[in-house]
Every structure is written in structure tokens, then in C-alpha cells.
């Protein structure tokens, strides 16, 4: 997508938060993994395309105009912890590339795995307290591409996008 409104709605707050948001309850096991190969032509909307984006950034993952990798997490109410790939140009413009981010939630003290064609890159916090309990996914839907407010599109293709509900390797 170039500047069109583009993201795919993929669901609920409340079904996703079932599966890998807080609901234990409703089965979350509060572990997950994105998975997707892109092929990124451009820096997006407003310079931040969203990868991802479930409950207008209660999870969600972007990439910015140096090709480093961001992820982030609300904790402990509407605290967004934000972690980033420490080396910029991870993968290429105009090239496919896949990434995978692998999260455990079950504890603050964890941090992301995110990978780039099949490489482990080093992440740092950029932003954030890891503190008090995980938010959850709570109130707009999730989306591929874009966010729920349509203002984060992605400048590029993707394919095969996959959630699990386990932090894999």
C-alpha cells in the first residue's frame, strides 16, 4: 500500500485478547509470535507503517526510515514499553525479507525476540517502564498494515502473516 487506507482488520480486542492478550480466562496464554514476509517500498504513513497493530498500540510493530525494527507492549495500565533492534538497516527496501517477534508476556522481565531472515537481532528498550501487570489487548480491533485509527499504512507488500499463541524460537 502507498497512502490509501489499506490495513486488513483481522479481528476483536476480544477475541485476540483470548488468545494472546490478558484474558487467561478466556484461554490466553498471554506468549506470542508474529510471523511475515514483507517486502517494504517505502516508510509508510506519517514515516511509521504499521506491521501490525491490535487495539490502536496495545501490541503492535512498525519499521522506520533507517529499517530498524520496533515492537511494543502496554503494561501496567497504558504504560507502551518499546523496544527496537539495536543495528538500523536489518533487512533492505524493495527486497522480501521475513520477520518474526516472539513475546512472553507472562512476566515484565522478558524481553522480545525478533528475528530477520532467520537471524536473531539484539533489541534494547527504547522507551517505557516494564512494571505491574500485562494490558492486554482492550479496545479496537487488530490490524495488518495499518492501525485502527487508518493512519499508519504500510508502504509496501506482505505475505503469509501468522499469530501463534506461543513465544517459538
Same mark, same amino acid.
Given at each position: 500500500?502507498?497512502?490509501?487506507?489499506?490495513?486488513?482488520?483481522?479481528?476483536?480486542?476480544?477475541?485476540?485478547?483470548?488468545?494472546?492478550?490478558?484474558?487467561?480466562?478466556?484461554?490466553?496464554?498471554?506468549?506470542?509470535?508474529?510471523?511475515?514476509?514483507?517486502?517494504?517500498?517505502?516508510?509508510?504513513?506519517?514515516?511509521?507503517?504499521?506491521?501490525?497493530?491490535?487495539?490502536?498500540?496495545?501490541?503492535?510493530?512498525? #519499521?522506520?526510515?533507517?529499517?530498524? !525494527?520496533?515492537?511494543?507492549?502496554?503494561?501496567? %495500565? +497504558?504504560?507502551?514499553?518499546?523496544?527496537? $533492534?539495536?543495528?538500523?538497516?536489518?533487512?533492505?527496501?524493495?527486497?522480501?525479507?521475513?520477520?518474526?517477534?516472539?513475546?512472553?508476556?507472562?512476566?515484565?522481565?522478558?524481553?522480545?525476540?525478533?528475528?530477520?531472515?532467520?537471524?536473531?537481532?539484539?533489541?534494547?528498550?527504547?522507551?517505557?517502564?516494564? #512494571?505491574?501487570?500485562?494490558?492486554? !489487548?482492550?479496545?479496537?480491533?487488530?490490524?495488518? %498494515? +495499518?492501525?485502527?485509527?487508518?493512519?499508519? $499504512?504500510?508502504?509496501?507488500?506482505?505475505?503469509?502473516?501468522?499469530?501463534?499463541?506461543?513465544?517459538?524460537?
Amino acid at each position: 500500500g502507498s497512502a490509501a487506507n489499506d490495513g486488513t482488520a483481522i479481528g476483536t480486542a476480544a477475541e485476540w485478547d483470548a488468545i494472546i492478550g490478558n484474558n487467561t480466562a478466556g484461554g490466553s496464554t498471554e506468549k506470542m509470535t508474529f510471523a511475515m514476509w514483507v517486502r517494504k517500498t517505502g516508510d509508510g504513513e506519517n514515516n511509521f507503517g504499521r506491521l501490525f497493530d491490535f487495539g490502536l498500540g496495545d501490541i503492535r510493530a512498525y #519499521t522506520d526510515s533507517s529499517e530498524r !525494527i520496533y515492537f511494543s507492549v502496554k503494561w501496567n %495500565g +497504558n504504560q507502551i514499553v518499546q523496544w527496537k $533492534t539495536v543495528a538500523s538497516s536489518v533487512f533492505n527496501l524493495n527486497t522480501w525479507a521475513h520477520i518474526a517477534i516472539s513475546y512472553d508476556a507472562t512476566s515484565n522481565a522478558n524481553d522480545p525476540k525478533i528475528y530477520v531472515n532467520g537471524e536473531q537481532q539484539e533489541v534494547v528498550v527504547e522507551s517505557g517502564n516494564k #512494571t505491574g501487570a500485562y494490558y492486554g !489487548i482492550v479496545s479496537q480491533e487488530a490490524f495488518i %498494515g +495499518n492501525n485502527a485509527e487508518g493512519t499508519r $499504512t504500510f508502504e509496501g507488500q506482505m505475505a503469509d502473516v501468522a499469530v501463534w499463541n506461543a513465544a517459538l524460537t
